[in-house]
């Protein structure tokens, strides 16, 4: 009897060690807050919306779009889209994610509250980027064909219904577009010709083009704002350089030389840094974000330049100017025996510019997302999980909320399944550093 007695708070206790072992302290502690969420086929892009807590996951492969809640990374619900979605922007005041289906040139207006496609918007041909501008409610769906010399446009939308407000003429194939809350310019870069497109984000207008880089063969490929600096960054991949403009007038104010064939950038407005991701030798360029001028280079990437193939160096990068940190995206490797391995996220520090650490994703990750509310990072798999032979459960014994952190009980998994794996991102702000 007593042996009885003791043997139920025993059996209890150790039974709520083990939930926070694996349960709690996993979501607290940096790293991996889910391994993989099984989504679509091919997720190319990713949204957040923070207000709605959804990050709506694009899977360009199965013509759907993902909605994950941002705290947990759990599934939440699959929606159908257009043909092929790869691109989109989220408006935080109308719960509004506005979905651009390059396989059927249309945009889904999805309600993130609501999880349901309210409308859907046929635009030309060659859907490419979007951004909004929250203060004035507009949407800027920037499109272009790469064939031929026909002009692309930039079609301004109402966030809260959809509807064409007004369009206006770009240069050839315009590919990325960012809205300047302070001064309301809308900025696109068009990379035949080597020229930026300005436009007023309040009635949609064309106010200048302006070129960047060497010319016409400098394509520009990126652009990115720092409203509180007032500049907006190029980024010219031919010509291995940024261009930084002043974002009222539109005039070059400088363009620096940077690593070999530079995509993607990212902002810190607090620290007045810009981080430019140099695909050609896996680096990222550090630039002052008030002078244009390159303070370092951090390398990132790959560990084994030897089996390097094309996405192994570094893809993306995100900033959390608040928590003082930013996180470059490392695609997938190969081994000797020409296995792909997992990608990887260099965090590195927005102070010192110096890589700090590297968590592992999945395989071949092509984009990301921050959720600065929960501080968690959304890596998109474009390649299935490897299936993994889940353990006999001869008495159903395990609870499900149980099995997902037990590795030997994951079920296998379907094959050319897309995933996304969540990573808590969360550290010491700016402020507590200081």
């Known amino acids: 009897m007593r042996r009885a007695r003791w043997l139920g708070p025993l059996l209890v206790g150790t039974g709520l060690g083990l939930f926070w072992a694996l349960a709690v302290r996993p979501r607290d502690a940096p790293g991996t807050v889910v391994p993989f969420t099984l989504v679509g086929t091919n997720p190319y892009a990713i949204a957040v919306d923070v207000r ?90 920037v499109t272009g064909i790469s064939t031929g010399s026909a002009p692309g446009r930039a079609y301004m939308l109402d966030a809260r219904t ?27 870069t068009n990379r035949i010709g080597g020229a930026v497109s300005m436009l007023d984000a309040a009635s949609g207008r064309l106010l200048r083009t302006i070129p960047v880089g060497s010319g016409p063969m400098a394509d520009p490929v990126s652009v990115a704002v720092d409203g509180r600096n007032g500049h907006a960054f190029v980024v010219n991949g031919a010509d291995f350089t940024v261009s930084m403009l002043d974002t009222r007038s539109g005039a070059v104010l400088r363009t620096v030389p940077v690593g070999a064939n530079p995509r993607t950038l990212a902002v810190d407005p607090i620290g007045a840094r810009v981080y430019v991701v140099n695909r050609g030798n896996a680096t990222v360029s550090v630039l002052d974000a008030r002078s244009g001028a390159e303070v370092r280079r951090v390398r990132v990437g790959a560990t084994r330049p030897a089996f390097q193939h094309d996405g192994v160096t570094p893809t993306d990068v995100v900033v959390d100017e608040q928590r003082g940190r930013a996180f470059v995206l490392n695609g997938s490797a190969m081994d000797r025996a020409g296995q792909l391995i997992r990608g990887s996220v260099s965090i590195l520090d927005l102070h010192s510019g110096h890589e700090v650490g590297r968590l592992p994703v999945g395989l071949s990750p092509i984009t990301l997302a921050f959720d600065r509310e929960t501080g968690h990072l959304f890596v998109a798999n474009m390649k299935g999980e490897s299936p993994i032979k889940a353990a006999p459960d001869s008495w159903n014994w395990v609870p499900p909320w149980l099995a997902q952190w037990l590795p030997w009980h994951r079920p296998a998994l379907p094959p050319n399944t897309g995933s996304v794996t969540v990573l808590n991102a969360v550290g010491p702000s700016r402020a507590s550093r200081r």
């Open 52 to 141: 709605a807590r959804r990050a709506v996951v694009l899977n360009a492969g199965s013509d759907s779009v993902s909605l994950l809640n941002t705290a947990s990374g759990r599934l939440l619900s699959t929606v159908a889209v257009g043909h092929n979605p790869s691109f989109a922007a989220v408006d935080l005041r109308t719960n509004r994610a506005f979905v651009l289906n390059y396989g059927d040139d249309t945009v889904s207006v999805l309600d993130t509250i609501g999880v349901s496609v309210l409308r859907t918007v046929h635009l030309q041909a060659g859907v490419q980027d979007v951004a909004v501008d929250e203060t004035l409610g507009h949407v800027f769906v």
């Open 162 to 188: 959809g509807t064409i407000l007004h369009n206006a003429p770009l240069g050839t194939l315009p590919t990325s577009v960012a809205v300047d809350a302070r001064t309301h310019h809308v900025f696109i």
